[in-house]
């Protein structure tokens, strides 16, 4: 493994009566979520990386600068890191610019062509017509897209998300994510985001951690994390596998793509799409169904050849089956969650090649934007 391209942590502390052992190795590119239930110390990770808490037994290595390790620590404000926390803390005295360059170095990041210059910043949160406003004046979402741009304008190495949208209600919620999307697609800045909210890591992340209990349960990419069954993710009511995938079709008439995947090809409604443009598309375990034939008359516009790579007892009365797309499974993976009863009624098993169909409407859970 190359240390040049990664981030390296490893933290063992005792607070109080809660125990942290966590290490984990993610790229640094894309976005890794840290995620986990109420207080399996996901903050206490993002802190031990920023330097906000020093651990005497304490690793962290960012493409191979040891930030923290034996007895050598660099203190928060030599690490370059952007931070943002639940609430945005914004200066109420001075306007949204002055928040913005607030921090940025020289205070002149106006250069053109600069990778995360001021106007790309702004035009990238959509903050044009809010830049001489006061903080007040703002709404909830404005506020944390400010604190976003003005982490940002730090020009940090790493970005570091706690819980950005924790605060805001559902509507801002949704206001706030497609901008976050915008910047993991545009920026090669990483960004390591607190959430406990798989909706959103769905939509942003690429890589995942998964915590309990002050360890980390796994690491890796989201995809394979998300339909391991070895995992709880899998087992979860909600559980749903993302896909990157590659548009190779679009028709305008009917605002349906086709989406390339590894092993199949996705049909999805989208607003619009730019053959050979990436989309990023969640299948949920509760959509698919499984089929011995492939069916003829149907509105459903998904009908996949796969295999079952391998079924699991889930709740009461139900299964998890791994599937893999394509021929003999050998493509991406999703999950699918079906009745015990519906298992015996079809006599299903590993091994067995079948059909999986799913709505294309229930594939895309992004925001329109
Ligand atoms: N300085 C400290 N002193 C004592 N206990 C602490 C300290 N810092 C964290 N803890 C405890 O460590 C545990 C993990 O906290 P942390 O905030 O990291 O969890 P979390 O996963 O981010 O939770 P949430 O999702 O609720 O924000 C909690 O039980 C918390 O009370």
Request: hydrophobic fraction near 45%.
């Amino acid at each position: 493994m190359n240390p040049s391209s990664f981030i390296s942590v490893a933290f063992r502390g005792v607070f109080g009566g809660f125990v942290l052992d966590a290490a984990f190795t993610t790229p640094t590119h894309g976005v890794t979520a840290l995620f986990g239930p109420s207080g399996c110390g996901k903050t206490t990770v993002l802190r031990c990386i920023a330097g906000l808490q020093r651990l005497a037994d304490g690793y962290c290595a960012v493409n191979g600068d040891v930030w923290h390790g034996g007895r050598s620590f660099r203190p928060v404000h030599q690490r370059p890191i952007g931070y943002v926390f639940q609430e945005p803390g914004l200066f109420p005295h001075l306007t949204v610019t002055g928040n913005l360059l607030y921090g940025a170095p020289g205070r002149s990041p106006l250069r053109p062509g600069d990778p995360a210059g001021f106007d790309e910043v702004v035009a990238l949160l959509g903050l044009e017509k809010l830049l001489d406003r006061a903080p007040r004046k703002l709404s909830g979402g404005e506020r944390q897209r400010v604190a976003i741009g003005r982490a940002l304008l730090s020009r940090p190495q790493l970005l570091l998300m706690d819980e950005p949208l924790s605060a805001l209600d559902p509507q801002a919620r949704d206001e706030v994510l497609p901008f976050l999307r915008r910047l993991h697609d545009s920026l090669s800045l990483p960004f390591i985001y607190v959430s406990h909210d798989m909706r959103e890591i769905e939509q942003l992340a690429d890589h995942l951690v998964l915590m309990r209990a002050g360890r980390v349960l796994a690491a890796g990419p989201l995809g394979e994390l998300q339909g391991d069954p070895a995992l709880p993710l899998a087992s979860r009511r909600d559980a749903a596998v993302t896909l990157d995938a590659v548009v190779s079709a679009y028709d305008p008439a009917y605002g349906i793509a086709m989406l390339a995947v590894d092993g199949g090809c996705f049909t999805a409604p989208m607003r619009r799409s730019v053959v050979g443009g990436r989309r990023r598309i969640t299948v949920a375990a509760g959509d698919v169904s499984l089929a011995r034939e492939a069916p003829r008359a149907t509105t459903v516009l998904n009908t996949l050849p796969v295999r079952i790579l391998s079924a699991t007892p889930a709740a009461e009365h139900e299964i998890v089956a791994v599937l893999g797309l394509g021929p003999a499974g050998a493509g991406s993976r999703i999950l699918a969650r079906v009745t015990r009863l519906s298992w015996e009624n079809l006599r299903l098993a590993e091994g067995n090649e079948l059909y999986a169909q799913i709505k294309s409407v229930a594939l895309v859970r992004e925001c329109a934007k």
